[in-house]
């Protein structure tokens, strides 16, 4: 009987994990303050008897605006609504996105919405989790709302990690003398030098054996005979 519990336990196991851990979920979903992330909400298809026709994302009031890439068979629509206050040119913040797709993600599918935006650089610090909620529809009606803040519920919301930034490595100065560069010799050729030596010692001993030979010439001359 025991044998029998455990085996069931592990099939049911096998069977469940793919559906516990198709989420709506952002990746990639750890970013730093301040940074602009390109980000892509992921959704899966839970259902074996219906497609995803739809889903809608709900932005948080710390990401006032975002860009979108634009899908190849889903319609994308974006409610926004006034700021109380205007952030620099900016009146309107967007409130939610929705992205309504024929043909629906099918059953054993899924999609990928590309996005990017300006994550705040003051207000959040290391560890915090910026939610956004989002609601997924069937084919068949069914809707999924995928809006809890705890990750480890059987819906939570997607959402971005604040990470630390990275501390960027400061160079080291370049080392500086007070003295001053010796002068660098020209380069000179030692072969060339050899040579000069050789062509000096060479006339030299020309020029010397030639006044010897005019001495010996002096002295040994006879002298002319003389006619009175």
């Given at each position: 009987?025991?044998?029998?519990?455990?085996?069931?336990?592990?099939?049911?196991?096998?069977?469940?994990?793919?559906?516990?851990?198709?989420?709506?979920?952002?990746?990639?979903?750890?970013?730093?303050?301040?940074?602009?992330?390109?980000?892509?909400?992921?959704?899966?298809?839970?259902?074996?008897?219906?497609?995803?026709?739809?889903?809608?994302?709900?932005?948080?009031?710390?990401?006032?605006?975002?860009?979108?890439?634009?899908?190849?068979?889903?319609?994308?629509?974006?409610?926004?609504?006034?700021?109380?206050?205007?952030?620099?040119?900016?009146?309107?913040?967007?409130?939610?996105?929705?992205?309504?797709?024929d043909p629906g993600i099918a059953?054993?599918?899924?999609?990928?919405?590309?996005?990017?935006?300006?994550?705040?650089?003051?207000?959040?610090?290391?560890?915090?989790?910026?939610?956004?909620?989002?609601?997924?529809?069937?084919?068949?009606?069914?809707?999924?709302?995928?809006?809890?803040?705890?990750?480890?519920?059987?819906?939570?919301?997607?959402?971005?990690?604040?990470?630390?930034?990275?501390?960027?490595?400061?160079?080291?100065?370049?080392?500086?003398?007070?003295?001053?560069?010796?002068?660098?010799?020209?380069?000179?050729?030692?072969?060339?030098?050899?040579?000069?030596?050789?062509v000096a010692i060479v006339f030299?001993?020309?020029?010397?054996?030639?006044?010897?030979?005019?001495?010996?010439?002096?002295?040994?001359?006879?002298?002319?005979?003389?006619?009175?």
């Amino acid at each position: 009987m025991l044998r029998r519990t455990v085996v069931f336990i592990a099939v049911m196991a096998v069977v469940m994990s793919p559906v516990a851990m198709a989420h709506v979920t952002i990746q990639t979903s750890e970013w730093e303050p301040g940074s602009r992330p390109r980000v892509v909400v992921r959704v899966p298809n839970e259902r074996d008897n219906a497609t995803t026709t739809s889903v809608t994302v709900q932005f948080p009031e710390q990401v006032p605006t975002a860009r979108f890439m634009a899908h190849p068979f889903c319609e994308r629509e974006t409610q926004r609504e006034p700021l109380a206050e205007p952030i620099e040119e900016l009146t309107e913040r967007i409130v939610s996105v929705t992205w309504t797709c024929d043909p629906g993600i099918a059953t054993d599918g899924f999609e990928e919405f590309a996005m990017s935006f300006a994550l705040p650089e003051e207000g959040i610090a290391e560890g915090d989790e910026i939610l956004f909620p989002a609601t997924q529809t069937y084919s068949n009606g069914e809707v999924v709302e995928w809006i809890d803040p705890d990750p480890e519920a059987e819906a939570p919301a997607p959402r971005i990690t604040i990470v630390a930034p990275e501390e960027e490595a400061e160079e080291a100065p370049a080392a500086t003398s007070t003295e001053e560069a010796a002068p660098v010799p020209a380069a000179s050729s030692g072969d060339d030098d050899d040579n000069m030596s050789t062509v000096a010692i060479v006339f030299g001993i020309a020029g010397l054996a030639a006044g010897l030979v005019a001495l010996g010439v002096a002295l040994f001359r006879k002298p002319k005979a003389t006619t009175a």
